[in-house]
């Protein structure tokens, strides 16, 4: 006969086999939700990364093209988000036969500086084709964000129109960082003139600056982006890192020139991530000054 002590373990053995099996029984139901909330979330943020990508594709395209020869002119620009979508922007026209371009920042990153992308891109084309005059459209360009009602975000702009017969350089630099033109015998010349960042003042002005574009120069035309990238040990690359990259690839094509200014910045921040979009544009002019 089995002990009173035998007979009490068998039961509490069979009691706590009874309650595990129990337990499992019920937990394989919130188990399973549990696995179909994940499977859930994960369609969703699949979902969210194709729509985030399909964005971004499109910014491309309504920025234009990102390399154009004309004559003997030749522009080449690209852009760097710091996350999916960017705040910088570049568009590219021709007008009359004049090359015209507009390198810019929207205060902000991702989604909610990119969805003012594409009404700053549009007010500039519309402008552009009705007034012609850098200074005049981003007189408008202002005017229209401040009459939206809206808190638009601040936006700095560098805007520039090309006689690509003469090369003369019509522009107006609303904020932005100076554009930088440079000149066969080294000499450079930074492109201030214009105004305030715009959707900040309604009684802002803005007045042109001109230069001339001739055989051999070189006008870079960049964003906060690249000046302000810092390595491991919290340096900037700043203006004259910039200046140095583009003087030791001059001889370059703009698209190799483009490339590898933004790889120098690339090898100059090593390790250290991104805080803000990048944006550049090189526009040259080959021949030599001596032939004309």
């Not at 090359?99 to 084309?125: E, N, P, Q, S």
């Not at 007034?131 to 560098?158: K, Y």
């Not at 100076?178 to 960042?197: D, K, T, W, Y």
């Not at 309604?202 to 001739?214: D, I, K, P, Q, V």
């Amino acid at each position: 006969m089995s002990s009173v002590a035998q007979i009490r373990s068998r039961y509490q053995n069979t009691k706590r086999t009874d309650f595990a099996a129990t337990t499992r029984r019920a937990g394989r139901p919130r188990h399973r939700a549990l696995e179909d909330q994940l499977a859930s979330l994960k369609r969703e943020h699949d979902d969210l990364g194709r729509a985030m990508y399909e964005a971004a594709q499109v910014q491309r395209r309504l920025c234009g093209p990102r390399h154009l020869r004309a004559g003997p002119y030749e522009f080449a620009s690209e852009i760097f988000p710091v996350r999916h979508l960017s705040g910088d922007f570049i568009t590219l026209m021709q007008i009359e036969g004049d090359l015209v371009f507009a390198i810019g920042d929207i205060a902000g990153k991702g989604l909610m500086a990119a969805m003012w992308f594409t009404d700053v891109i549009g007010m500039i084309r519309r402008q552009m084709t009705t007034v012609g005059d850098p200074a005049a459209a981003l007189s408008a360009v202002n005017r229209d964000l401040l009459l939206t009602g809206l808190e638009v975000p601040l936006a700095t702009l560098f805007l520039a129109r090309v006689n690509l017969e003469n090369g003369e350089l019509t522009y107006c630099n609303a904020g932005h960082p100076p554009a930088l033109l440079l000149r066969e015998n080294s000499e450079v010349e930074e492109l201030r003139a214009g105004g305030p960042v715009l959707g900040a003042l309604s009684a802002a002005s803005f007045a042109n600056g001109s230069e001339r574009l001739c055989p051999g120069n070189t006008l870079l035309a960049y964003s906060d982006g690249i000046p302000e990238c810092r390595n491991e040990s919290g340096v900037e690359f700043g203006a004259k890192g910039l200046l140095n990259a583009a003087r030791t690839f001059s001889g370059c094509k703009p698209s190799v020139m483009l490339f590898s200014v933004l790889a120098a910045v690339e090898d100059f921040a090593g390790s250290q991530r991104r805080e803000d979009d990048v944006a550049l544009v090189v526009l040259h002019r080959f021949g030599s000054c001596k032939k004309y």
